[in-house]
């Protein structure tokens, strides 16, 4: 393994790292604020990535900035398996409407935030 194949990796740890840490306090804090038996955090951390995500898409980065950003940082922050673990429990719990809601309204949201994130670095 070349030396920029082991520093690739490394970046990739550190970086996920990093995210996955943001999206454990991001969920925890936005869930106790607002205890709600609706999965808040992790809509709040869907949406903020959606919106990241957007953002850095709209910016000219290199293909290696562009990787990590996107894959390593945003792809460890943001979290598609547990909305849907949580989609599901909602379905189990017989909350249909609750479980319909969270699809609905984190689709609809995230596209919102991917745009309105592209748009915004297109204005930089």
Avoid: C, K
């Avoid at 959606?50 to 460890?76: E, K, P, Q, W």
């Avoid at 379905?91 to 309204?105: D, I, M, S």
């Amino acid at each position: 393994m070349t030396a920029t194949a082991i520093l690739a990796w490394t970046a990739v740890a550190v970086i996920g790292g990093i995210g996955s840490v943001l999206r454990f306090l991001v969920d925890r804090t936005v869930t106790r604020r607002l205890a709600l038996p609706f999965p808040v955090g992790t809509l709040a951390v869907n949406i903020s990535g959606a919106a990241l995500l957007g953002f850095l898409g709209g910016l000219s980065l290199s293909r290696d900035t562009a990787l990590l950003a996107g894959t390593a940082f945003v792809g460890a922050y943001t979290t598609f398996s547990t909305w849907m673990l949580e989609t599901q429990r909602l379905g189990e719990e017989r909350r249909a409407w609750a479980a319909a809601a969270n699809v609905v309204v984190s689709v609809v949201l995230g596209l919102t935030a991917a745009l309105l994130g592209q748009w915004l670095a297109e204005q930089l």
